[in-house]
Protein backbone atom coordinates (compact mmCIF):
# COMPACT_ATOMS: atom_id res chain seq x y z
CA UNK A 1 0.00 0.00 0.00
CA UNK A 2 1.59 3.25 -1.29
CA UNK A 3 1.48 6.33 1.26
CA UNK A 4 -1.60 8.20 -0.57
CA UNK A 5 -3.74 4.69 0.03
CA UNK A 6 -2.74 4.38 3.06
CA UNK A 7 -3.98 7.95 3.79
CA UNK A 8 -7.21 8.30 2.05
CA UNK A 9 -7.72 4.36 3.94
CA UNK A 10 -6.83 6.20 7.52
CA UNK A 11 -9.47 9.59 6.50
CA UNK A 12 -11.97 7.33 5.55
CA UNK A 13 -11.98 5.90 8.70
CA UNK A 14 -12.28 9.54 10.75
CA UNK A 15 -15.20 9.83 7.83
CA UNK A 16 -16.75 6.44 9.04
CA UNK A 17 -16.63 8.07 12.95
CA UNK A 18 -18.11 11.38 12.04
CA UNK A 19 -20.65 9.92 9.52
CA UNK A 20 -22.00 8.11 12.75
CA UNK A 21 -22.21 11.36 14.77
CA UNK A 22 -23.01 13.86 12.32
CA UNK A 23 -26.87 13.53 13.15
CA UNK A 24 -26.72 13.25 16.99
CA UNK A 25 -23.98 16.45 17.07
CA UNK A 26 -26.52 18.75 15.02
CA UNK A 27 -29.19 17.62 16.85
CA UNK A 28 -27.44 18.34 20.56
CA UNK A 29 -25.97 21.58 19.46
CA UNK A 30 -28.92 23.24 17.70
CA UNK A 31 -31.37 21.90 20.71
CA UNK A 32 -28.82 22.13 23.48
CA UNK A 33 -25.66 24.69 22.32
CA UNK A 34 -23.39 22.40 23.12
CA UNK A 35 -21.22 19.22 21.76
CA UNK A 36 -21.11 16.44 24.38
CA UNK A 37 -17.68 14.68 24.96
CA UNK A 38 -18.94 11.56 24.45
CA UNK A 39 -19.71 12.16 20.72
CA UNK A 40 -16.59 14.34 19.85
CA UNK A 41 -14.25 12.64 21.98
CA UNK A 42 -14.12 9.06 20.52
CA UNK A 43 -13.01 11.41 17.36
CA UNK A 44 -9.72 11.63 19.05
CA UNK A 45 -8.86 8.20 19.28
CA UNK A 46 -10.20 7.58 15.83
CA UNK A 47 -7.62 9.93 14.53
CA UNK A 48 -4.99 9.17 16.57
CA UNK A 49 -5.09 5.76 15.23
CA UNK A 50 -5.72 6.97 11.86
CA UNK A 51 -2.35 8.64 12.00
CA UNK A 52 -0.94 4.97 14.25
CA UNK A 53 -1.63 3.05 11.25
CA UNK A 54 -0.66 5.16 8.22
CA UNK A 55 2.84 4.88 9.56
CA UNK A 56 3.80 1.38 9.39
CA UNK A 57 2.28 1.48 6.06
CA UNK A 58 3.98 3.86 4.53
CA UNK A 59 7.18 3.85 6.96
CA UNK A 60 6.68 7.43 7.72
CA UNK A 61 4.50 9.38 10.09
CA UNK A 62 2.27 11.81 8.54
CA UNK A 63 3.86 14.76 10.31
CA UNK A 64 2.73 17.59 7.74
CA UNK A 65 -1.18 16.50 9.04
CA UNK A 66 -0.35 16.17 12.76
CA UNK A 67 1.75 19.46 13.43
CA UNK A 68 -0.72 21.28 11.32
CA UNK A 69 -3.69 19.80 13.56
CA UNK A 70 -1.57 20.45 16.28
CA UNK A 71 -1.01 24.54 15.53
CA UNK A 72 -5.35 24.58 14.67
CA UNK A 73 -6.04 22.89 18.06
CA UNK A 74 -3.88 25.74 19.73
CA UNK A 75 -5.17 28.22 17.95
CA UNK A 76 -8.64 27.19 18.54
CA UNK A 77 -8.25 26.73 22.07
CA UNK A 78 -6.71 30.54 22.61
CA UNK A 79 -10.48 31.30 20.12
CA UNK A 80 -12.24 29.48 22.90
CA UNK A 81 -10.59 30.85 25.82
CA UNK A 82 -11.55 34.10 24.32
CA UNK A 83 -15.34 33.09 24.38
CA UNK A 84 -15.53 33.05 20.15
CA UNK A 85 -15.74 29.30 20.07
CA UNK A 86 -16.93 26.49 22.65
CA UNK A 87 -14.56 23.50 23.42
CA UNK A 88 -17.37 21.09 22.08
CA UNK A 89 -16.42 22.69 18.78
CA UNK A 90 -12.40 22.93 19.35
CA UNK A 91 -12.74 18.82 19.86
CA UNK A 92 -14.70 18.40 16.96
CA UNK A 93 -12.34 20.22 14.67
CA UNK A 94 -9.45 18.16 15.85
CA UNK A 95 -10.74 14.88 14.12
CA UNK A 96 -12.07 15.84 11.14
CA UNK A 97 -8.57 18.39 10.14
CA UNK A 98 -7.04 15.27 10.71
CA UNK A 99 -9.15 13.59 8.19
CA UNK A 100 -8.74 16.21 5.72
CA UNK A 101 -5.30 16.78 6.41
CA UNK A 102 -4.65 13.44 5.52
CA UNK A 103 -7.02 14.01 2.46
CA UNK A 104 -4.69 16.88 1.27
CA UNK A 105 -4.55 19.93 2.68
CA UNK A 106 -6.17 22.22 0.37
CA UNK A 107 -9.43 20.08 1.64
CA UNK A 108 -8.83 21.22 4.88
CA UNK A 109 -8.78 25.26 3.64
CA UNK A 110 -11.69 24.81 1.79
CA UNK A 111 -13.64 22.84 4.55
CA UNK A 112 -12.36 25.37 7.07
CA UNK A 113 -13.58 28.77 5.13
CA UNK A 114 -17.00 26.93 4.35
CA UNK A 115 -17.13 26.54 8.28
CA UNK A 116 -16.29 29.90 9.30
CA UNK A 117 -18.16 31.57 6.28
CA UNK A 118 -21.45 29.47 7.52
CA UNK A 119 -21.02 29.86 10.50
CA UNK A 120 -20.39 33.85 10.25
CA UNK A 121 -24.09 33.93 8.07
CA UNK A 122 -25.41 31.63 11.11
CA UNK A 123 -23.95 33.88 13.68
CA UNK A 124 -25.22 37.21 11.76
CA UNK A 125 -28.47 35.85 11.34
CA UNK A 126 -29.43 34.68 14.77
CA UNK A 127 -27.78 38.46 15.91
CA UNK A 128 -29.94 40.27 13.78
CA UNK A 129 -32.97 37.90 14.66
CA UNK A 130 -32.43 38.19 18.88
CA UNK A 131 -31.02 41.69 18.73
CA UNK A 132 -28.23 40.01 21.34
CA UNK A 133 -24.76 40.20 20.98
CA UNK A 134 -24.01 37.83 23.40
CA UNK A 135 -26.90 35.08 21.75
CA UNK A 136 -25.57 31.51 21.49
CA UNK A 137 -24.72 30.16 18.05
CA UNK A 138 -24.35 26.33 17.54
CA UNK A 139 -21.42 26.05 15.34
CA UNK A 140 -20.91 22.53 15.47
CA UNK A 141 -23.51 22.43 12.25
CA UNK A 142 -21.11 24.68 10.01
CA UNK A 143 -18.37 22.79 11.34
CA UNK A 144 -19.62 19.84 9.65
CA UNK A 145 -21.22 20.72 6.80
CA UNK A 146 -17.09 22.54 5.97
CA UNK A 147 -16.10 19.07 7.20
CA UNK A 148 -18.48 17.20 4.58
CA UNK A 149 -18.39 19.63 1.90
CA UNK A 150 -14.80 19.09 1.02
CA UNK A 151 -14.60 15.71 2.09
CA UNK A 152 -17.67 14.88 -0.51
CA UNK A 153 -15.68 17.35 -3.14
CA UNK A 154 -12.67 15.57 -2.45
CA UNK A 155 -14.64 12.60 -3.09
CA UNK A 156 -15.75 13.86 -6.34
CA UNK A 157 -12.92 15.19 -8.26
CA UNK A 158 -13.64 18.85 -7.54
CA UNK A 159 -11.44 19.25 -4.76
CA UNK A 160 -7.85 17.03 -4.51
CA UNK A 161 -6.98 14.30 -3.01
CA UNK A 162 -9.55 11.31 -2.97
CA UNK A 163 -9.40 11.27 -7.01
CA UNK A 164 -5.94 10.81 -8.59
Known sequence: MDETQAQLAAAGAIALWAAAVTPSLVQHDLREFRLPNRLTL??????????????????????????????????????ALTGGLGMGGVKLVL??????LLVHPQTALVAAMLALCSGAIVALGTVIQQRNLRAHIPFGPPILLGYWTGYTWSATGILPGILP
Not at 57 to 74: E, K, N, R, W, Y
Request: a neutral charge.
Open 42 to 79: PGWWVAAGALAVVTPLTGQFPTSAALTALILLVVLVAV
Open 95 to 100: PLAVGL
